[in-house]
């Protein structure tokens, strides 16, 4: 019988025992939990890997803990430019959006563009237009904002460093604060069919600025989905996955050399991409309904539900 998967991640960064309080694990847990509850009863009513990536994505765009729809952080001028994408690896539709403002929920914007558009890959005001014609919800930048996420940006807005809001590295000099939240959300899922699909989407980095787009949105660097290989969505530090190709990378390492969704998950992250300085992580996907968790920072906010019963909800390294 054909085994069906969910797999999801909110984000990957510095994540350790101890920095989160017992409430704020509580909320975390929750929140993954919630999203994991979504995408998985679609699943298990027969339904298809994208619909089940699209609501379990949406169920944490709505929840200000992540770094996506309402909860996505503040770029330098102050606003949220938020970035999505879906691809569904029956036939390789994708869609995808990025440096959009005031939509709700940015990957249900990125469907309608596989859906509906005629294109792949929209940006900016075109993409609020096209939102506006499908008639997708929009919302003040009231709705948006979210106390931590401003304090984060205070932090920092009169630098021209930007950050992963859970690394304060490239802050050079200004103390990490323990509050930061986190989380890029994504999620992959293998249907009762054996198809597999995979989405993600993002406010970025704070204080991002110039129209700065990550991998999230970029089709083969932070989300890739082919029913012959895998399903993948990244977080992480997306210059990085970017020049690695990062998604599209274990795709070829399957196709090519044959070798396991395990191993070629691994290599990318934990070899390759580690020697570039890049850090953070990734859920992967295939049609036999296998999942893995790769990551090299210290920790991803993570969960998996499966047909065999199985369920894993974590945060920290193991
Ligand atoms: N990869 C995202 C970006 O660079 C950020 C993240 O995953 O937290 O925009």
Known sequence: MQKTTLIIHGGAGNIYKGMLTDQQEIDYQNGLKYALDKGYEILKNGGTAPDAVIAAIVAMEDNPLFNAGKGAVFTKKGVHEMDACIMDGKDLSAGAVAGVRHIK????????????????????????????????????????????????????????????????????????????????????????????AAGTSTGGMTNKRFGRIGDSPVVGSGTYANNATCAISCTGHGEFFLRAVVAHDISCLIEYKGISLHEACDFVVKDKLKKMGGEGGLIAVNRLGEAHFSYNSTGMNRAMRNSEGQEIVAFYGD
């Not at 920092?156 to 323990?178: C, E, M, T, W």
């Not at 930061?180 to 069919?193: E, I, L, R």
Request: net charge negative.
């Open 105 to 196: 929920n940015p990957i249900a914007l990125a469907n309608e563009v596989m859906l509906h558009s005629g294109h792949v890959f929209l940006s900016g005001s075109g993409a609020g237009e096209f939102a506006l014609q499908q008639g997708l919800a929009t919302l003040p930048d009231e709705y948006f904002f979210n106390k931590e996420r401003y304090e984060q940006w205070i932090e920092i807005r009169d630098s021209n460093f930007y950050q992963l809001d859970h690394k304060a590295d490239n802050l050079k000099g200004v103390a990490p604060n323990p509050n930061h939240k986190f989380g890029t959300v994504g999620a992959a899922a293998c249907d009762a069919q054996g198809n597999i």
